[in-house]
């Protein structure tokens, strides 16, 4: 059975048991980010560009903003082009898989996190995030920017924090937790500098990254990873 139905704001054609996942929702961001795109298309209606990304394998999130429509790439590609989107529709189950206990659903789902300020070595942090079903904060490329604004929406206790990334293998060669690169431009000052040889292990420090020693101690941010 086909039905038509407005949620969040758009009307999409769907079967009853397709309801739930055609739920989008809205958020503005605190400033833009920047977003790669995998398809964009020009003169179309928000309504359109939700059936858009509804229709598109793996579509998580969308743009539109004056009649243009983005479907925003989530994975590893980095698409065709770049946005700065100040506004994001996420898919209505994404909310869902932030299922862990202590964790917090900021933006929809964008990101699924919990903060730990007892203090711990990245080694141990990165053990407590595994023991939670979790992992350290990592921000691949495509959605860096996209989390680095979620973060700015929740009040942090600290401006410190242990993140999952690091250059352990390879000097030079930073890498998230999951082997993927960071490729960020957003490091703090003149950073990574390996000051005395021994910054291995990715900090968060006011929102911006810094390689610190791998045995100091400081808070940490845990996330169930949905994007």
């Known amino acids: 059975m086909k039905t038509g139905i407005i949620i969040y704001g758009l009307f999409v054609t769907i079967s009853c048991s397709q309801i739930k996942d055609a739920i989008y929702q ?4 605190p ?3 920047k977003m790669f795109y995998s398809v964009k298309k020009d003169d179309t ?3 359109s560009c939700g059936e858009l990304c509804f229709s598109s394998e793996g579509c998580l999130l969308f743009y539109w903003n004056n009649s243009s429509c983005y479907i925003l790439n989530t994975d590893d590609s980095s698409g065709i082009q770049s946005v700065d989107i100040t506004s994001v529709y996420v898919k209505g189950d994404l909310k869902d ?3 862990l206990d202590g964790y917090m659903t900021i933006l929809g789902g964008v990101l699924c996190i919990k903060e730990y300020t007892k203090r711990d070595d990245w ?3 990165n ?5 939670d079903g979790g992992q350290l904060l990592v921000m691949k490329t495509n959605v860096f920017h996209l989390k680095l604004e979620a973060l700015k929406t929740i009040p942090l206790a600290g401006d410190k924090y242990n993140i999952g990334g690091s250059d352990q293998i390879t000097e030079g060669d930073w890498r998230w937790t999951d082997d993927s690169p960071v490729t960020t431009e957003e490091w703090l000052g003149r950073n990574p500098n390996n000051k005395n040889g021994v910054e291995h292990c990715l900090q968060l420090k006011s929102l911006k ?3 610190i020693n791998c045995v100091r101690s400081f ?3 845990c996330e169930k990873q949905s994007i």
């Open 97 to 99: 898989q932030c299922n």
């Open 31 to 33: 400033s833009s980010a």
């Open 26 to 29: 809205n958020y503005n961001l």
């Open 219 to 221: 808070p940490f941010l």
């Open 127 to 131: 053990v407590t995030c595994n023991q």
């Open 45 to 47: 209606s928000r309504i």
């Open 209 to 211: 990254l810094n390689d």
């Open 123 to 125: 080694f141990a942090a």
